[in-house]
């Protein structure tokens, strides 16, 4: 069993940056392709990037392709997302999901308990 837990939300304006880290335990993640997904008020939860249990590989939603960028660090069972140029429309509860292969699939088998980013316009 994988534990996740998302950190590093908040509210900053327009412009500006944050990074959310997922810290895993339980078991190692390094196996796993892992995913950022998030969910707005009253909207579908959204793919935002992916990365490959190497990080040799990567995915993004359009929305966020070149503001984002998605990385992991398996020594310290952890995954990032980078978030740069942030947009009003980028407000949402954001999530980390373990997939289910060594390559982004988009089949979750682990998920965090989400973290808020709020972007002032």
């Known amino acids: 069993q994988v534990q996740l837990v998302e950190s590093g939300g908040g509210l900053v304006q327009a412009g500006g940056s944050l990074r959310l880290s997922c810290a895993a335990s339980?078991?190692?993640?390094?196996?796993?392709?892992m995913a950022w997904l998030r969910q707005a008020p009253g909207k579908e939860r959204e793919f935002v990037a992916a990365?490959?249990?190497?990080?040799?590989?990567?995915n993004y939603g359009d929305s966020v392709k070149g503001r984002f960028t998605i990385s992991r660090d398996n020594a310290k069972n952890t995954v990032y997302l980078q978030m740069n140029s942030l947009k009003p429309e980028d407000t949402a509860v954001y999530y980390c999901?373990?997939?289910?292969?060594?390559?982004?699939?988009?089949?979750?088998?682990?998920w965090g308990q989400g973290t808020q980013v709020t972007v002032s316009s």
């Open positions: 999901a373990a997939d289910n292969g060594s390559y982004y699939r988009g089949k979750y088998v682990y």
């Open positions: 339980g078991r190692t993640i390094s196996s796993y392709a």
């Open positions: 990365i490959s249990w190497s990080g040799g590989n990567t």
